[in-house]
C-alpha cells in the first residue's frame, strides 16, 4: 500500500515539475519574442521636424496690486485691508471689460526679539483688460491707497488661438514640402507618416513690464499712471514626427 502511494505522489511531483518547466520555457519564448520585436530594424525611415513662428502684439494688460496694513491688532489691519480691497472693487465694478480677481489674503506676526509686536495683513488683486490705456489710468487713482506689485502683457486667448490655429498650416505645409524632398531625393516615390506629434510654445504667463522696480518705488508711483507698452510675444508651433520612404 505504501509503495503504491509514493508511486503515486512520485509520478504527481514529476506532472508538477514538468507543468512548471514548460511554463518557464514559454515564458522565455515570450520574453525573446518581444525583444526581437523590440530590436527590429526599420527600413527607410526618416525623422522629420519643422516650425512655424509669429511675432504676435500683447493685446492684454495684467496688473496686479495689494493693500498692506500693520496693526497691534490684528483684526484692526485685517478691517482695514478689508475697507480698502472693498473701495477698489466697488471703484472696478464700473468698469466692466476690466477682468477683476482677489487673489492670496495672508496673516503674519512681525517679531522683535522673537516676540509678536504687530500683525501685518495683506490681500492682492488682479486686473486684466485689452483697454490698456483706461486701466494704465485708473492705476493712478488706486494707487493712492493700494501698492502695486507689477504689470505685465499677454496675447488674449482669442488672438492665440487665430495666430496658433494658421502657424499649424504653416508648419504642415512645411513639414510636406521637407519629407516630399527628402522622399523625393532618396527614393525617388513618395512617403507615408509613420508618426506625427504638433506642439505649440510661446509663454502664456504675462510677460513682466516692472515688478521689483514697482516695488521698490511705491511712493513714486503713487497717484500716477506708469507709462505703458505691451510690446510682442513669439508664438511658435512644431511638428515632428517619423516618415516611411515609399
Not at 73 to 81: L, T
Not at 138 to 151: D, F, N, P, V
Request: hydrophobic share 40%.
Amino acid at each position: 500500500m505504501s509503495s503504491g502511494i509514493f508511486r503515486i505522489f512520485s509520478l504527481s511531483s514529476v506532472c508538477f515539475a514538468s507543468t512548471r518547466l514548460m511554463f518557464a520555457l514559454s515564458l522565455l519564448i515570450t520574453a525573446a519574442s518581444a525583444f526581437a520585436h523590440d530590436n527590429t530594424l526599420y527600413y527607410n525611415q526618416v525623422s522629420i521636424d519643422a516650425s512655424a513662428s509669429a511675432e504676435v502684439e500683447n493685446d492684454t494688460m495684467i496688473v496686479k496690486l495689494y493693500a498692506m496694513q500693520e496693526s497691534v491688532d490684528a483684526k484692526d489691519a485685517s478691517d482695514r485691508v478689508n475697507e480698502i480691497v472693498n473701495q477698489a472693487l466697488a471703484d472696478l465694478k464700473q468698469h466692466p471689460d476690466i477682468e477683476v480677481k482677489t487673489e492670496s489674503y495672508t496673516t503674519s506676526p512681525v517679531y522683535n526679539k522673537s516676540q509678536i509686536v504687530s500683525w501685518r495683513v495683506r490681500q492682492n488683486i488682479s486686473l486684466k483688460s485689452k483697454n490698456m490705456t483706461q486701466l494704465s489710468q485708473l492705476l493712478g487713482g488706486l494707487q493712492r491707497k493700494m501698492k502695486l506689485a507689477s504689470i505685465g502683457f499677454d496675447v488674449s486667448k482669442e488672438q492665440r488661438q487665430a495666430h496658433t490655429e494658421r502657424l499649424i498650416d504653416e508648419a504642415l505645409t512645411a513639414y510636406d514640402k521637407r519629407a516630399s524632398q527628402v522622399a523625393s531625393k532618396i527614393k525617388g516615390g513618395g512617403y507615408r507618416i509613420v508618426n506625427m506629434n504638433i506642439s505649440t510654445s510661446g509663454s502664456e504667463s504675462p510677460r513682466p513690464y516692472m515688478a521689483m522696480r514697482a516695488m521698490a518705488a511705491e511712493a513714486d508711483f503713487a497717484g500716477v499712471s506708469p507709462q505703458t507698452e505691451g510690446g510682442k510675444s513669439t508664438l511658435t508651433v512644431r511638428v515632428n514626427g517619423t516618415i516611411e520612404l515609399q
